[in-house]
């Protein structure tokens, strides 16, 4: 049996002999040959190898295939079904495509902002139902999650505002050492912490611990199909597993937020004493005769707040997840990076209306 032999006659190239995966290397066509086509007609034996290299060849020489007998057409149709799919060069970005995708990223924010919305109604009306029937509350999740979220975060709570009383203390006695006013580092202390610095930051640290846990624990039971169980049984998933996680968010969070502004004063006051010699008690003293009580109020009072965004935040990403372990990882994250930017938007939007009510 004769290898394939490449002959041209006028504006074909014609293809004779046997091709198949031992001969595709002997098909070479001259540089800058343009047949118009490439005939078959005297091809005696075709493997899927030299259907391969043939349909490279014609779309390579920009050239159909004719001549070819029903056996290798049809084997050439099944090779050029299964090849790769060419890859494809994005095409550039139109102006209008541009605000297409804005218009429809703004949709889908719109659309889940009116989702939680939707979601904080809920579990408002669920609170006005346990208030009238409180036994419906379940005390040990209550306090299981009280714990979970309140107690095991008081390690990591009260190091980090100790080291940031540290850093402000530091940061503040250096500038303020230029114009002979130490003393008014611990007039900045106070304020920061107590009015920003440890309840943000506390609810930064519970939305990273807090909002993840929620959104993982009850999207493992929504794979699981525990919450469709829960619903069969006739109990709401809201009053099992959202209510008890709030709520003990709700509870916790202003103890984690006063223990966090202790530890972030006992670590500016440790700073001031070894930087500027200002002694404990007259730190101490500074702070109970000119920072007042609103202070400790204003942080205080973003407390519930923040941890109502946090809580519902993640069980409602939880609830939505669906039943793939992508679904859960990735609300899991989505749950921390949308809680903390909705807890500084809070604390952003609380910082303005207590500069207007002049608090």
Do not use: Y
Not at 108 to 120: G, K, N, V, Y
Not at 191 to 204: D, K, M
Not at 216 to 229: H, Q, T, Y
């Amino acid at each position: 049996m004769t290898g394939p032999r490449l002959d041209w006659s006028g504006d074909s190239l014609r293809l004779s002999g046997a091709l198949s995966i031992t001969d595709v290397d002997d098909i070479a066509v001259p540089t800058g040959a343009k047949p118009r086509r490439i005939l078959l007609t005297g091809l005696t034996r075709l493997d899927t190898a030299g259907a391969w290299r043939l349909l490279d060849l014609s779309d390579r020489l920009d050239a159909p295939i004719e001549g070819a007998t029903p056996s290798h057409a049809a084997l050439l149709e099944t090779v050029r079904r299964n090849l790769a799919p060419p890859d494809e060069v994005p095409a550039p970005k139109r102006l209008r495509d541009v605000i297409v995708n804005l218009g429809r990223t703004v949709w889908a924010r719109l659309r889940d902002a009116l989702d939680l919305t939707a979601f904080l109604g809920g579990f408002v009306a669920e609170i006005a139902r346990l208030l009238r029937h409180p036994t419906r509350l379940r005390a040990t999740s209550l306090a299981h999650h009280m714990q979970a979220v309140g107690l095991d975060a008081v390690p990591i709570v009260t190091l980090m505002s100790f080291l940031i009383g540290i850093v402000v203390a530091f940061q503040g006695a250096s500038q303020l050492q230029r114009f002979g006013a130490e003393i008014f580092v611990v007039d900045l202390i106070a304020i920061s912490v107590l009015r920003e610095l440890g309840i943000l930051l506390t609810a930064i640290i519970v939305a990273g611990r807090s909002a993840s846990a929620f959104t993982a624990a009850i999207g493992s039971m929504k794979m699981r199909e525990e919450v469709d169980a829960l619903r069969a049984l006739g109990l709401d998933p809201v009053t099992i597993l959202v209510a008890p996680r709030i709520l003990a968010l709700i509870l916790t969070l202003p103890i984690l937020g006063i223990l966090a502004n202790i530890a972030g004063l006992a670590g500016g006051a440790v700073m001031a004493w070894l930087d500027l010699g200002i002694s404990p008690t007259a730190f101490i003293s500074r702070i109970a005769n000119g920072i007042g009580p609103w202070h400790l109020a204003v942080g205080l009072i973003k407390a519930p707040f923040f941890a109502l965004i946090i809580g519902i935040v993640g069980c409602r990403n939880g609830l939505k997840v669906g039943g793939d372990a992508e679904s859960l990882g990735r609300l899991t994250s989505a749950s921390v990076v949308a809680a903390i930017f909705l807890v500084i938007l809070a604390d952003a939007i609380f910082s303005v209306f207590f500069a207007l009510m002049g608090v």
